[in-house]
């Protein structure tokens, strides 16, 4: 079954950049396929935009600028959401420490 | 290029929720662009599904049980040879290969090509012998231990935590929590498989398989990773996927290098969460998910029929990862006739 991976619910804090793994393929529909694993999991929008920030290395920092330009979302929100969508990133082994 | 004109013996036409491999061997050598080939199926039961697939076989046979010995076996086989000049056997079923393995000299002798596992390696992955085996090869293997008798079954948590893997020598496989649901499991499979029986650690983790093809000499023709994407209740995968996983295929490489496997080979593994592979099981021949290998790129049972006929077959170097099977059911429309030919006169 594909899982959603959404970005709604509150998140623990850590301050750290991620980097996607490797070999991850990411389609515009926000369909995420993890060859080594088999898995495969969809997002929604601004999950998808953020792993593509992700694909495209770029800091936490730039990420926030992005999306803070684009939404209205207060920094420390952001903050919180985006940390817990890394946390469901990361226990998902989609993404690896910087 | 010029086709090879073969006749081709398979068995395993059980495409039944619990499949064996004849059918989708048979479609992928049908597909394959080096033989043409006519089929003679060779059937156990006759409401085998593949005995009615008239695209798929060209002719049908019934065969004795392997548990009527290797002489009743070889008797059908000298008359079916002798209507139909087979080439080529390729036997899909745990439980009949030791028979045919043991045959292979006199399958020879009547001009029947096999390309089977040599009787030390079908002995040695024995589920029985995995620990050993495991010591041998230097591999991550669970614990196992055969057990003969219902009343050893108390000794188990000795030495195993619960839950425990009952299995049986050739098929079936079952979790237990306790003394009792090993009991029950033991009961079903020492009736249905025989003894031993085997308990084997639980290996917590995921689930992932290898198809692959050795050439006898340590080389390894072909080899696709899988994860099961949907599993029926009776274990076996109804969807799957291909894997980029280059451990699995590194310790693919090394099992049939260190061993020189011969034949097909279907690796049972689980991933644990550290990211260690465990083998639980070497299935010697081709499983039944064999056709997604096909379908990513790599026609291993037309390699196996290449090396069986002596030819050179150079390894498949990639594969699609990605690629998904996907199994569905259908109901054929089968005369009566055609059933009554099969029961009473044993071919079809």
Redesign the interface.
């Known amino acids: 079954m594909v899982q959603d991976l959404n970005i709604f619910i509150p998140a623990k804090f850590k301050r750290k950049d991620m980097k996607l793994k490797k070999n991850i393929a990411v389609s515009e529909s926000g369909f995420i396929f993890d060859p080594s694993t088999g898995e495969s999991f969809s997002m929604n929008n601004i999950g998808t935009e953020i792993v593509e920030y992700l694909k495209q290395d770029k800091s936490f920092e730039e990420i926030k600028k992005s999306m803070l330009e684009k939404y209205e979302v207060d920094s420390t929100s952001f903050e919180k959401y985006y940390y817990d969508f890394i946390n469901s990133l990361q226990q998902l082994k989609l993404i690896v420490d910087e | 290029m010029n086709k090879i004109n073969i006749n081709l013996a398979v068995t395993g036409l059980n495409n039944t929720d619990n499949p064996g491999p004849g059918i989708p061997v048979i479609r992928a050598i049908r597909e394959s662009g080096s033989f043409n080939v006519r089929v003679i199926g060779l059937a156990y039961e006759t409401l085998e599904p593949g005995i009615y697939m008239t695209d798929m076989v060209d002719k049908v046979y019934m065969v004795p049980y392997p548990s009527e010995g290797s002489e009743a076996l070889i008797q059908r086989l000298e008359y079916i040879n002798s209507v139909e000049n087979i080439d080529v056997l390729i036997p899909n079923f745990d439980a009949e290969l030791f028979t045919f393995m043991k045959s292979a000299q006199k399958l020879e002798e009547m001009g029947i090509k096999t390309f089977l596992p040599t009787l030390k390696q079908f002995e040695e992955r024995h589920k029985s012998n995995l620990p050993e085996f495991g010591k041998r090869y230097n591999l991550h293997v669970p614990k196992s231990s055969p057990v003969l008798d219902r009343k050893d079954i108390g000794e188990i948590r000795k030495e195993y935590e619960y839950p425990v893997m009952v299995k049986g020598k050739f098929y079936d496989a079952y979790i237990a929590y306790n003394e009792e649901q090993v009991k029950m499991h033991f009961n079903k499979i020492s009736a249905k498989w025989g003894l031993p029986v085997i308990i084997q650690e639980f290996i917590k983790g995921?689930e992932?398989n290898v198809v692959a093809l050795g050439d006898g000499k340590g080389n390894t023709i072909g080899a696709v990773p899988?994860?099961k994407?949907y599993i029926t209740d009776k274990g076996k995968a109804w969807g799957?996927?291909?894997?980029?996983?280059p451990d699995m295929l590194d310790l693919t490489h090394h099992i049939i290098s260190a061993t020189k496997w011969r034949g097909g080979m279907e690796l049972e593994l689980i991933?644990t969460e550290d990211d260690k592979l465990y083998v639980i099981e070497i299935n010697p021949r081709i499983p039944a998910w064999v056709y997604l290998a096909v379908g990513a790129g790599q026609n291993l049972p037309e390699a196996l029929v290449k090396l069986a006929l002596g030819k050179e077959v150079k390894p498949y170097k990639s594969f699609d990862?990605?690629k998904m099977f996907v199994r569905y059911s259908y109901d054929m429309i089968v005369d009566l006739e055609k059933f009554e030919q099969i029961s009473t006169k044993g071919e079809i």
Request: no cysteine.
């Open positions: 995921t992932v899988m994860r994407q799957g996927i291909s894997l980029d996983a991933r990862v990605g």
